[in-house]
T-cell receptor, first 112, second 115 residues
Framework: AQSVTQLDSHVSVSEGTPVLLRCNYS??????LFWYVQHPNKGLQLLLK??????LVKGINGFEAEFKKSETSFHLTKPSAHMSDAAEYFC??????????FGTGTRLKVLA | DTGVSQNPRHKITKRGQNVTFRCDPI?????LYWYRQTLGQGPEFLTY????????KSRLLSDRFSAERPKGSFSTLEIQRTEQGDSAMYLC?????????????FGQGTRLTVV
């Protein structure tokens, strides 16, 4: 069965410090993996995607993620947090079918 | 692309009433999805259309729920005899494997409150 586990429901960082949001997946097939961000009262916006090309993926707003098949992980990082990064982040797997399977989300709080 | 559009953005209804939501996908996308998101949870898959054909319905989609996508363009999601447990954000998404690397594009959602 395909699934996504986001290991932290809440993460707090200080502005200017690194961000790490953790995601592990389970898939029987070579998956596509995505990170989406959801700001309050806004739609889901794609941050970045992995689709079997380079394992280190760069996205918008300085975010990047590394696909590690041996660890079945796809953690999201950013070197320096900004106040505007405060939002809900979702790790999503598409296991080679049409369906997108979401994690339960990680709420990122950025402290001034 | 004008993006995925959903209407209405908010709906408050009394328990037992019927409601209908509309989704206009990105025009060249042949795949359309409905998801439901409750507070503090990630979106959960409800149903999937490829063109006008509804190819999968989640067990979450009880017989009070029906979705259509006539002519493979816009889609509607109807909930009959609404219950308080139906209160949630209903998200529509579209995608095309021919473009964009396979990601889904989401609308801003319709927030349903059943009172």
């Amino acid at each position: 069965a395909q699934s996504v586990t986001q290991l932290d429901s809440h993460v707090s960082v200080s502005e200017g410090t690194p961000v790490l949001l953790r995601c592990n997946y389970s898939s029987s097939y070579s998956p596509s993996l995505f990170w989406y961000v959801q700001h309050p009262n806004k739609g889901l916006q794609l941050l970045l995607k992995y689709t079997s090309a380079a394992t280190l993926v760069k996205g918008i707003n300085g975010f990047e993620a590394e696909f590690k098949k041996s660890e079945t992980s796809f953690h999201l990082t950013k070197p320096s947090a900004h106040m505007s990064d405060a939002a809900e982040y979702f790790c999503v797997v598409n296991p080679g079918t049409y369906k997108y399977i979401f994690g339960t989300g990680t709420r990122l709080k950025v402290l001034a | 692309d004008t993006g995925v559009s959903q209407n209405p953005r908010h709906k408050i209804t009394k328990r037992g009433q019927n409601v209908t939501f509309r989704c206009d996908p990105i025009s060249e996308h042949n795949r359309l999805y409905w998801y439901r998101q409750t507070l503090g949870q990630g979106p959960e898959f409800l149903t999937y259309f490829q063109n006008e054909a509804q190819l999968e319905k989640s067990r979450l989609l009880s017989d009070r729920f029906s979705a259509e996508r006539p002519k493979g363009s816009f889609s509607t999601l109807e909930i009959q005899r609404t219950e308080q447990g139906d209160s949630a954000m209903y998200l529509c998404a579209s995608s095309s494997r021919a473009r964009g690397g396979g990601e889904a594009f989401f609308g801003q959602g319709t927030r349903l409150t059943v009172v």
